[in-house]
């Protein structure tokens, strides 16, 4: 089942308890083609970025940076910072010209990033910052804040989204069963009696009697429309069973040194079913050590592509993250 969404540029997760950030997705802040900065400056706010840029490439060495000019009259610099093969950035630094009654004009640095914690301001994203209008302190600051996200907050924050999935996936389901019962019984029943269908005593014995092959039908359309039922039930029980006991793993594919590395955690389903409460049970494996049923569902599931859960198997997140249901 492919899901009808496309991802939003960015994302709100918890990280911690009580602690809820904002993520740019590198791929979304990539594609914007909007005022790209120019390399050569051409004024000192130019130059400024520039500069400040090549700071960061100096610290962290082999990221990528997309800058781009925001702001009224483009005097705002941002520039994104992200390690390739990364879903989410790093965060993002911006330059803006300033007005100071007594030093006059001058430059704010800010450095954005998921594990700034700025309770000076009410604004969720204003308050992952943290500015200056020193150039080498922004440059400290950048240093200290500007962190990859790990596989632990990358599962807690994309978890929502696959317990999201799943839940619309058995609403998907529970909705063909219930159109399934119409058509077999003839009428149009009272919604919200889903889970009475699937454990319906009655449609059970009728179940148990036609898989027996003991159950005499007049009509050929009527087994039909009961075998159809008897299919939904069972998708119903499925998925229900695997968000209960399953357990759930978040597999994120990427390269380390040149090699192809899955990390691997297990991700515990929160009591309501739409969060992770906790990330456990931590492993890096490369392409020949991956578990044999784990590495098939993967396959199941990049075969199926982008924004699809599959009963039983899992869901994929992107082109490199997967939850496998085991």
């Known amino acids: 089942m492919t899901l009808a969404h496309n991802k939003s540029t960015r994302i709100r997760g918890n990280i911690d308890s009580g602690t809820r950030v904002t993520l740019w997705r590198v791929d979304k802040v990539t594609a914007s083609s909007i005022d790209p900065a120019n390399d050569t400056p051409q004024n000192d706010l130019e130059a400024a970025g520039v500069e400040f840029t090549a700071a960061i490439k100096k610290a962290f060495r082999g990221c990528e940076l997309h800058?781009?000019?925001?702001?009224?009259?483009?005097?705002?610099?941002?520039?994104?910072?992200?390690?390739p093969g990364d879903t989410y950035c790093m965060g993002y630094v911006t330059i803006s010209r300033e007005w100071d009654m007594g030093h006059g004009k001058d430059f704010g640095y800010t450095v954005t990033a998921h594990t700034i914690t700025n309770n000076r301001h009410a604004d969720l994203v204003l308050q992952q910052t943290c500015k200056t209008s020193n150039p080498k302190k922004a440059v400290a600051n950048a240093k200290k804040y500007l962190r990859r996200v790990t596989h632990e907050e990358l599962a807690k924050i994309t978890s929502e989204e696959y317990h999201g999935a799943m839940t619309l996936q058995r609403d998907m389901v529970e909705s063909e069963l219930d159109n399934a019962a119409d058509a077999l019984l003839g009428i149009r029943r009272h919604r919200g009696t889903r889970d009475d269908l699937a454990d319906s005593p009655l449609l059970g014995e009728m179940f148990y009697q036609m898989d027996a092959g003991t159950m005499t039908f007049l009509s050929p359309d009527v087994e039909v429309k009961l075998k159809e039922v008897h299919r939904l039930c069972k998708e119903v029980k499925a998925i229900e069973a695997s968000r209960v006991t399953d357990k759930v793993v978040c597999v994120q594919i990427h390269e380390v040194m040149g090699e192809k590395t899955h990390e691997f955690s297990t991700a515990v389903v929160g009591v309501n079913r739409w969060s992770t409460d906790q990330v456990t049970d931590y492993c890096r494996y490369t392409e020949e050590t991956l578990p044999e049923d784990i590495a098939g569902k993967i396959a199941v599931l990049t075969v199926c592509g982008m924004n699809v859960a599959v009963i039983g198997v899992g869901y994929r997140y992107d082109e490199n993250i997967f939850y496998v249901i085991c």
């Open 67 to 83: 800058a781009v000019w925001s702001g009224a009259d483009s005097r705002n610099f941002k520039s994104f910072v992200y390690m």
